[in-house]
Structures are given as C-alpha cells and as structure tokens.
C-alpha cells in the first residue's frame, strides 16, 4: 500500500475541493492517504511519503502563495537526495489570462527532487470536468 501525503493551501475552498478529491481517488486505489493543510504539515510528512500531490492558488502569472506554502515547499530543496524520484502532481487556481506560474512550480518541485508526473491548473472556477481530472491524477499518482 502507497503511502501518499498531499499538502495544500486553500483559501476561497477551490483548492480544499480538488484536494479532497485527490485523496478520494488515491483511496480509491488503496492508497493511504495523509491530508493537510499546510499550516498542520511537517517535513516528516514529505519524507515519509512514497508520493505526494501539492495543491495551491496562484497569486500571480509567476507566484504561488507565498506566506505559508512557498517557505515549505522551499524547505524541501535540503532533502533533495531523500526525495528524489518520489512521483509529484501539482494543482492549482489561477483567475488571469496566464498559468505560467505552473512551469515555474513544475521546475521548481524537479529541482527539489521530485518527479512531477502531472499537474492541474484551473482557471476561475472548479468544473465537473476538473474534478474528474484530479481524480485520474490521483490515479497515476498511486500506480
């Protein structure tokens, strides 16, 4: 059994949402599942995990949020060698023309390491079409 941590930021509930889903269909597969909001994660939470999704808004066409999210995931850059391969999905809410803060967040998260094998990134607000998507994500996430 896989043991996958997902960690997010929410603050409007889009993200909660295609959080929850995410740890929906990773249970789906058998996967046990580690959910938390940022505020309540710890590194242990990372390392101990086969995988891992993280999900966050964009404040910008280049930022993700940078109060609580960024300085955690920027902690990860010191256990490169320990998460090194661990599959990654990345999803996010954006509300503007450009979701180039994503590639940023994708080079970013490989250079920490991890191998991001998807990402999701909703413009405006979540469909029914997003929610099926996060939970094919978690899918490949649990393989």
Known sequence: MKKVSIIYWSCGGNIEILANKMAEGAREQGANVNLKHVADATIEDVLEADCLAFGCPALDA??????????????????????????????????????????????????????????????????????????????????
């Not at 920490?112 to 899918?139: C, E, P, Q, R, W």
Request: contains cysteine.
């Open 62 to 143: 280049t930022k993700i949020e940078q109060e609580e999210m960024r300085p955690f995931l920027q902690q990860l850059e010191s256990f490169k060698d320990q998460n090194e391969n661990k599959n990654c999905i990345l999803f996010a809410t954006y509300g503007w023309i450009d979701n180039s803060f994503m590639k940023i967040w994708k080079d970013e998260m490989s250079s920490y390491g991890f191998n991001v094998i998807g990402d999701l990134a909703v413009k405006d607000s979540i469909t029914k079409k997003h929610s099926s998507m996060i939970m094919n994500l978690s899918k490949q996430l649990v393989k």
